[in-house]
């Protein structure tokens, strides 16, 4: 499937997702704390990544306030460099100061101090704009998480960190077309189901 159709499908899944009344991405939401919090992977993971959810993505806030609560180290993605395409992942700390990246969404007002390198982390939750059952993801485009995660690729054997795609069900299709770039998860949570592949 060429870029094209990857265009054409990425429009479909975000005005499906953005569909969704406040109802639903509320329930999804606590769909996905309830999927997860338990999970042996999120219990034993420390240092995890989340994000902020924007343009209708699946909101992971309810498991980040609950990970904050058990002790476990937040993470958010920040934008640097110029022109802004590369991807860091700052640790919150108490009284945070928020800026807007240029797409417009809030993260934490970049501190190298408080950065970590990827590799580092035992857990990243990111969004994705499609997904299947073979763990392959559509993202917005930009290639951020690709990128920063390219190292998997140069790796043999790896040790982490374990990449979990977070998704609203109607997100899922049965077959999703792949770039050379992509960079495969290890598995996809959606408010209904898990699937880990890895």
């Keep these: 499937m060429n870029g094209e159709s990857r265009s054409t499908l990425r429009r479909q899944l975000r005005a499906a997702r953005r569909s969704l009344s406040p109802q639903q991405q509320h329930q999804a939401s606590q769909q996905l704390w309830r999927q997860l919090a338990q999970h042996p992977l999120f219990r034993r993971s420390r240092h995890i990544a989340f994000y902020l959810a924007n343009d209708g993505e699946i909101d992971p806030s309810v498991l980040m306030a609950h990970a904050r609560r058990l002790g476990k180290h937040c993470y958010l993605p920040v934008i640097t460099g110029w022109p802004a395409d590369r991807m860091h992942f700052q640790r919150l ?33 990111m969004p994705l704009v499609g997904f299947d059952e073979n763990g392959n993801r559509l993202g917005m485009g930009g290639g951020f998480y690709d990128r920063t995660f390219a190292f998997r690729r140069r790796r043999q054997h790896w040790t982490g960190p374990r990449l979990l795609g977070l998704a609203h069900h109607c997100q899922k299709v049965a077959q999703l077309p792949t770039a050379s770039w992509d960079i495969p998860l290890d598995g996809i949570v959606s408010d209904q189901q898990i699937i880990l592949l890895r």
Excluded: H, K, M, Y
């Design 93 to 125: 700390v108490p009284g945070q100061r928020w800026v807007s990246n240029r797409f417009g969404i809030r993260e934490p007002l970049i501190d190298p101090g408080l950065q970590a390198r990827p590799w580092r982390l035992d857990l990243i939750l």
